[in-house]
C-alpha cells in the first residue's frame, strides 16, 4: 500500500458476504463493501468520515472482538459479532467486520427455508445419524420408494426392507456401501438401482461420513441423482461406437481420423494391406508424410478446403507403403465441428485403392486408341488409294501409249503427291510423340503472332483479319508452339470458308477462370449433321481438306485442359470459341 491506500482491498471485499467497514486509525469509516451498506441502511457518502459509533453507540474500541448493538434510522436495532483488526502490516486502517447474532427465530426460519428447498428438488436427500437411522429425509425420497417421507425417519435402512419388501434389495445394498463409507472414512461415490415398473431407475449416489470431536460417527449425509436417462444415451452411443468401430475394423478401406495439424488420431486395420503399416505404426506420422512429392500441393489445397468447412470427394493422390512404392487412393474426407465455436477441429476419410481401376482405365484408353488406330488406317487407305489410283493410271497410259511430254498430266500428278503429302504429314503430327514445354505465355501475343503470319494469305483471297483483345489478361500455361498450331489451322479454315472475301473476327476475353478466344468467320456457315462430325479424322467440309487438322486441334485444346465449341448456321457464317483455364 502507498501513503494513501492506492491499493485498496476493497475490490475483493465486496464479493464477501460479511459486512466489512474499512476505518482509519482513529475508528472513523474511510469504505464499505456491499453486504455493510446492506445491513446499515446508509451509503457510504452518508457515513465516511464520520465515527463508527454513530453505527456502534456501545463499541468499546479497546476490545476487538465483542457483541454490540447496530443502530440505523432504516431498520430496527440488531445484536452483531464485531471483530475489529489492523490491516495487515498498515498502521493507518483497521477492517471491522460485523455478524448478525442469530437468533433461535433466525434458526427456525433457516430451517423451515432448508426443508422447503430440499423438498423441491427433484434428487433423493437423506441425513441417517451414527447408528444409522434417518434423521431426515425429503418428499422425493418418499415418492421413490412409495412410502411417506417423514416415516423414514427413526428408521434403519433394514427396518425399511421390512417394510417395503419390494424395495429389501435396494435397503440391503444401502446398508453395504454406508459401512464401507463409514470405514473409508470419507466421502465415496456409487451408482444404485432402484427398481420401478418401466425399468431399473439409476442414481449417482454421494455419501458423506460426519465425525464428532472424538472421532465417532455422528451423520451420514446422503445425496442421489437419477441418471437413467444419461445412462441410456450413453449405453446407445456406446453400442454406436462398437457398431461403427466394427464396420471400420472390417472394411477394405483405410477409415481415419486426423486433428488440423495433420497427426492422425485413428487408422483402421485396412492399412496394413494397402500399405503395409500397422495403425500402431502410422498413428506416430502425420498423414502428408506418406504423400508424393508431387501431389503435395493439391493435398494441401484440400486440407485448407476442409478446415473452411467445405466437403472433398473423389480426391487422388498417392501414398507411400512401407517398401517405399507409392499405391494410387481415392479420398472422401470431411470436416468435424465444434458445436460452440463452429471451427473445425477433426477430419475424417475413407480413402481406397484405385490402382487397379486406374490400370483397368489405361487398358481400356490404349484399346480406345488401338480402335482409332484402326479406323485411321482405314481411313488412310481410302484416302491415299484415290490419288495412287489417279498416279497409277497416268502412268500406265505412259506406258502404253508411249507418251513422254504432256505437261499437263504432270501437274495432276504433283497435286496427287503433295495431298498424299499432307495426310501423310498431320498423321505423324497426331501419332509422333513430341517433347512439350509448358511455359506461361500472353495470348495475345500468339494470336498476333497467327494474323501476321496468315495476313498476306487472307489479303489475296481479299480476307481482312479484325483483333478486338481483351487488354490485361492473365498469362497461361500453354505449349507454345501447339497454341500456334490450333489458331494457324482455324483462321485457315475461316479464310477458305469465305472464297469471295469477308473478314474474320478474333476476340478474346476474360470468362471467370478461364480465357475464351472466339474466331468468327462470314462464311457460308456450316449445316447441323455436318458439326455433329466435325473433329472426326477424314471428315471435312473442304473439297479438298482432311479433316485432320480440326482433329489435331481438338486434341491440343484438350490436353491443355481446355474446350472447343463450334457455332455455325448456314448464311451466317461460323464462330469457333476455345476455352483455356487460367493456373
Same mark, same amino acid.
Given at each position: 500500500?502507498?501513503?494513501?491506500? @492506492? ?8 464479493q464477501?458476504?460479511d459486512?466489512v467497514i474499512?476505518?482509519?486509525h ?9 453486504e455493510?451498506v ?8 452518508e457515513?465516511?468520515?464520520l465515527s463508527?459509533s454513530?453505527l456502534? !453507540?456501545?463499541l468499546?474500541k479497546?476490545?476487538n472482538?465483542?457483541?454490540t448493538i447496530?443502530?440505523?434510522d ?5 445484536l452483531v459479532d464485531?471483530n475489529?483488526?489492523d490491516?495487515?502490516t498498515d ?5 471491522c467486520i ?7 427465530a433466525?434458526?427456525?426460519f433457516?430451517?423451515?427455508?432448508l426443508v422447503?428447498l @430440499?423438498?423441491?428438488v427433484?434428487?433423493?436427500?437423506g441425513?441417517?445419524?451414527g ?10 425420497s418418499?415418492?421413490?420408494f ?8 427413526g428408521?434403519t435402512?433394514a427396518?425399511?426392507g421390512?417394510?417395503? !419388501? ?5 435397503f440391503?445394498y444401502c446398508i ?5 463409507v ?5 466421502l465415496q461415490?456409487?451408482?444404485? +438401482? ?9 442414481f449417482?449416489?454421494?455419501k458423506?461420513p ?7 460417527r455422528k ?5 442421489g441423482r437419477?441418471i437413467?436417462d444419461?445412462?441410456?444415451s ?8 462398437s ?6 475394423e472390417?472394411?477394405?478401406d483405410?477409415?481415419s481420423?486426423?486433428n488440423?495439424e495433420?497427426?492422425?488420431?485413428y487408422v483402421s486395420p485396412?492399412?496394413e494391406?494397402?500399405?503395409g503399416y ?8 502425420k498423414?502428408?508424410?506418406?504423400f508424393?512429392?508431387?501431389?503435395m500441393?493439391a ?7 476442409l478446415l ?7 480426391f487422388?493422390?498417392?501414398l ?5 512404392e507409392y499405391?494410387w487412393?481415392?479420398?472422401t474426407?470431411?470436416g468435424?465441428?465444434d458445436?460452440t465455436?463452429?471451427t ?5 476419410a475413407v ?7 486406374l ?9 480406345d486408341?488401338?480402335?482409332i488406330v484402326?479406323q ?5 487407305a481410302?484416302e491415299i488409294?484415290?490419288?495412287? @489410283?489417279?498416279?497409277k493410271?497416268?502412268?500406265?497410259l505412259?506406258q502404253?501409249?508411249g507418251i513422254?511430254?504432256c505437261?499437263?498430266?504432270y501437274g495432276?500428278?504433283l497435286?496427287?503427291?503433295?495431298r498424299?503429302e499432307?495426310?501423310? @504429314? ?5 501419332? +509422333? !510423340?513430341q517433347?512439350?514445354?509448358v511455359?506461361k ?8 503472332y ?6 498476306r494469305q487472307?489479303?489475296v483471297?481479299n480476307?481482312?483479319?479484325?483483333c478486338?483483345?481483351g487488354?490485361?489478361?492473365?498469362l497461361i500455361?500453354c505449349?507454345?508452339n501447339e497454341?500456334k498450331?490450333?489458331?494457324i ?5 475461316a479464310?477458305?470458308?469465305? !472464297?469471295?472475301?469477308?473478314?474474320i473476327h478474333?476476340?478474346?476475353?476474360r470468362?471467370?477462370?478461364n480465357?475464351?478466344i472466339?474466331?468468327q468467320d ?7 449433321e ?6 472426326e ?7 479438298k481438306?482432311?479433316?485432320?487438322g480440326?482433329?489435331?486441334s481438338?486434341?491440343?485444346?484438350q490436353?491443355h485442359?481446355?474446350e ?19 493456373r
Open positions: 500500500m502507498g501513503n494513501e491506500l @492506492t491499493r485498496s482491498p476493497m475490490p475483493f471485499m465486496h464477501l458476504s459486512a474499512l476505518l482509519t482513529d475508528f472513523c469509516i474511510h469504505e464499505m463493501n456491499s455493510a446492506k445491513m446499515t441502511g446508509c451509503t457510504l457518502p457515513l465516511k468520515g463508527i454513530c456502534l !453507540p456501545d468499546n479497546k476490545r472482538e465483542q457483541q447496530l443502530s440505523g432504516t431498520h430496527d436495532p440488531m464485531v475489529i483488526d490491516l495487515g498502521e493507518k486502517y483497521k477492517v460485523l455478524k448478525p447474532v442469530k437468533t433461535e433466525t434458526d427456525a433457516q430451517e423451515d427455508l422447503a @430440499t423438498n423441491i427433484p434428487d433423493f436427500i441425513i441417517k445419524d447408528d444409522g437411522k434417518f434423521v431426515y429425509a425429503n418428499k422425493f418418499g415418492e421413490m412409495g412410502y411417506p417421507h417423514t416415516e423414514f425417519v428408521k435402512d427396518e425399511l421390512r417394510l417395503i !419388501p419390494y424395495f429389501k434389495p435396494v440391503d453395504e456401501t454406508d459401512e464401507g463409514w470405514q473409508g472414512g470419507k461415490r456409487c451408482v444404485e +438401482k432402484i427398481p420401478a415398473s418401466s425399468g431399473d431407475r439409476i449417482d449416489v454421494y458423506i460426519v465425525f464428532d470431536d472424538e472421532g465417532s451423520n451420514l449425509l446422503v445425496f437419477e437413467t444419461q445412462v441410456s450413453h449405453e446407445k452411443l456406446q453400442e454406436s461406437e457398431r461403427y468401430r466394427l464396420l471400420a472390417n472394411s477394405t483405410i477409415i481420423t486426423h488440423v495433420g497427426e492422425m488420431l485396412a492399412c494391406q494397402l500399405l500397422t495403425p500402431q505404426e502410422l498413428l506416430s506420422k498423414a502428408f508424410a506418406l508424393h512429392p508431387s501431389d500441393r493435398s494441401l489445397q484440400v486440407h485448407e478446403q473452411r468447412g467445405g466437403d472433398i470427394s473423389n487422388q493422390f498417392r507411400k507403403s512401407v517398401n517405399g499405391r487412393v481415392e479420398a474426407c470431411r468435424i465441428k458445436e465455436t463452429g473445425v477441429i477433426e477430419i475424417i480413402t481406397r485403392d484405385i490402382s487397379e481401376r490400370e483397368a482405365e489405361e487398358l481400356l484408353r490404349k484399346s486408341k488401338l480402335s484402326g485411321l488406317a482405314a481411313s488412310v481410302h488409294r484415290n490419288p495412287l @489410283t489417279a498416279l493410271g497416268f502412268i500406265q505412259f502404253s501409249k513422254v511430254d505437261e499437263k498430266y495432276i500428278m497435286d496427287e503427291l503433295n498424299i499432307q495426310i501423310i @504429314t498431320e498423321l505423324l503430327i497426331l501419332a +509422333k !510423340p517433347s512439350k514445354k511455359e505465355k500472353d495470348i495475345k501475343e500468339l494470336i498476333h497467327v494474323v501476321d503470319l496468315l495476313d487472307a489479303l483471297h480476307v481482312h483479319i479484325v478486338d483483345l487488354e490485361n489478361l492473365p500455361d505449349v507454345e497454341l498450331q490450333v489458331f489451322n482455324l483462321v485457315k479454315n479464310i477458305e470458308a469465305m !472464297p469471295d472475301g469477308g473478314i478474333i476476340d478474346s476475353k470468362q471467370g477462370r480465357i475464351e472466339i474466331i462470314q462464311g457460308c456457315g456450316i449445316p447441323p455436318s458439326l455433329k462430325k466435325l473433329g479424322p477424314f471428315y471435312s467440309t473442304k473439297e481438306g482432311t479433316g485432320l480440326l482433329m489435331t481438338y486434341k491440343i485444346i490436353e485442359n481446355g472447343i465449341i463450334i457455332e455455325s448456321h448456314p448464311g451466317k457464317g461460323t464462330a469457333v470459341k476455345i476455352s483455356l483455364p487460367i
